[in-house]
């Protein structure tokens, strides 16, 4: 995936994803930070979302991140930007407090990290409090988000 894979609307500027495939958290930051900057460029305040190519043959074209969550190959891995993550739908959750997630989470032995309209909220806030953040401030900031369940203050 490219700069150019960015497309830019009037309403939201979207990345395109697909689910199932590996990416890196670096990759996955780099091309947010991408669609954040040219956002920043035009003077418009909304954040990019991620949008997802499913494989399956049930769902045509391009969905919401709501529905969507990045997962890793450990439990409470160690965060880097070297990190394997997939995308894939997120669990389904009952009133019974029974969760199911797809097959392709179970059978990869997959563990939930981040629902992906969190994580383009703390990366994308991170993009307007600095002007150009580091890898390792993303890092961070996803790290605080994770422990406080809340977004770091850069300006302290």
């Known amino acids: 995936m490219t700069a150019s894979d960015i497309k830019i609307d009037e309403i939201v500027y979207t990345i395109n994803l697909e ?41 045509k074209g391009y969905y ?19 990190m394997i993550c997939y995308l894939e739908r997120g669990c ?10 797809p097959d392709f989470v179970t059978t990869q032995k997959l563990y939930p990290w981040y629902l992906t309209e969190i994580y383009e909220d703390v990366v994308g806030n991170l993009l307007f409090q600095k002007e150009l953040p580091t890898m ?5 900031g996803l790290k ?3 422990r406080y369940d809340a977004f770091y203050d850069f300006s302290c």
């Open 64 to 82: 919401q991140d709501y529905d969507y969550a990045i997962y890793t190959v450990e439990d409470y891995p160690e965060i880097t930007a070297d």
């Open 136 to 140: 390792d401030d993303y890092i961070f």
């Open 144 to 146: 605080y988000y994770l």
């Open 19 to 59: 689910l199932r495939i590996p990416y890196t958290l670096g990759q996955l930051i780099i091309l947010f930070e991408q669609a954040g900057l040219k956002i920043r460029k035009y003077g418009l305040k909304n954040l990019p979302k991620v949008m997802v190519v499913s494989p399956d043959d049930e769902v």
């Open 92 to 101: 389904e959750c009952y009133e019974n407090g029974t969760e199911f997630y």
